[in-house]
């Protein structure tokens, strides 16, 4: 991922000294604009990792859920165990 930004950035910059070649823009501007540019790929890199951490925490919870799963059918544990209060209410009502 890490690589990829700064792979786009040195496309951008490579573009912007193309461009600025035919004009007389000064490089405060050019400044601007890779400051500008920077912060854009700071933003989307932020989501991106946000994206692939969700993506992550869900496929940990769905193998979570499965092992669950699989013990259960191996008569290991219960599924969702129930809560004490329910086992507190059962053996009061016996």
């Known amino acids: ?47 991106e990792q946000q994206r692939q951490e969700l993506k992550h925490k869900k496929q940990l919870d769905l193998c979570f859920v499965q092992l669950r799963i699989a013990q259960r059918n191996e008569n290991l544990i219960p599924l969702f165990p129930a809560p004490l209060s329910w086992m507190v209410h059962l053996q009061i009502s016996r």
């Open 1 to 47: 991922m890490r690589s990829e930004m700064k792979t786009r950035e040195l496309m951008f910059r490579e573009s912007l000294r193309i461009s600025y070649a035919n004009l007389s823009e000064s490089h405060e501007d050019e400044r601007e604009k890779i400051r500008k540019f920077q912060e854009g790929e700071k933003r989307r890199y932020k989501a």
